[in-house]
T-cell receptor, first 113, second 114 residues
Framework: AQSVTQLGSHVSVSEGALVLLRCNYS??????LFWYVQYPNQGLQLLLKYTTGATLVKGINGFEAEFKKSETSFHLTKPSAHMSDAAEYFCVVTANTGNQFYFGTGTSLTVIP | GAVVSQHPSWVICKSGTSVKIECRSL??????MFWYRQFPKQSLMLMATSNEGSKATYEQGVEKDKFLINHASLTLSTLTVTSAHPEDSSFYIC??????????FGQGTRLTVV
């Protein structure tokens, strides 16, 4: 089985500052990891994903995440926050043993002008 | 990626009435679709797995008689909330999955029961 923990339900950063959203996972098999973003009253949009291969993955809007097996982490970063980055971010894990996607509790990102 | 369209985007209904939410896969034949529920400030919780041509599979604690799911074709799944009550007010999202490597989500339906 898989599970996800997102540390910090709310994160505030100043515009132009580094964004770091933390995600740790638990999986008994090699995981597939995702970050999704949700804007108010909208569905979820894929930011990036890790399945196999390079552990540093780059996504849309300047975001990237690094899969660290030894730390069971998949933290999301962006060097410089924009006002448009304010949204809810979900870390998600699945595996090739089943179809279910397991969601973290989400992190609400606020960008302060 | 696949495009998933959900309708309506928002709906207000009176307590005791039923509401139907449609989830369409516009460019992908989906034998399986997934229905999630999201309470304010919370994460998505899988409610049920919709299977084309057969009965849906419900997660533990989800009332199958209250949340009726029909998946009559490879491009359409519907979720009907029967005898809605204010506690059913929530954000409902459907998705299709390309195996285990990606999920594509509808834009969601905001249900408010008054």
């Amino acid at each position: 089985a898989q599970s996800v923990t997102q540390l910090g339900s709310h994160v505030s950063v100043s515009e132009g500052a580094l964004v770091l959203l933390r995600c740790n996972y638990s999986s008994s098999v090699p995981p597939y990891l995702f970050w999704y973003v949700q804007y108010p009253n909208q569905g979820l949009q894929l930011l990036l994903k890790y399945t196999t291969g390079a552990t540093l993955v780059k996504g849309i809007n300047g975001f990237e995440a690094e899969f660290k097996k030894s730390e069971t982490s998949f933290h999301l970063t962006k060097p410089s926050a924009h006002m448009s980055d304010a949204a809810e971010y979900f870390c998600v894990v699945t595996a090739n043993t089943g179809n279910q996607f397991y969601f973290g509790t989400g992190t609400s990102l606020t960008v302060i002008p | 990626g696949a495009v998933v369209s959900q309708h309506p985007s928002w709906v207000i209904c009176k307590s005791g009435t039923s509401v139907k939410i449609e989830c369409r896969s516009l460019d992908f034949q989906a034998t399986t679709m997934f229905w999630y529920r999201q309470f304010p400030k919370q994460s998505l919780m899988l409610m049920a797995t919709s299977n084309e041509g057969s009965k849906a599979t419900y997660e533990q604690g989800v009332e199958k008689d209250k949340f009726l799911i029909n998946h009559a074709s490879l491009t359409l799944s519907t979720l009907t909330v029967t005898s809605a009550h204010p506690e059913d007010s929530s954000f409902y999202i459907c998705s299709i999955q390309g195996g285990w490597t990606e999920a594509f989500f509808g834009q969601g339906t905001r249900l408010t029961v008054v």
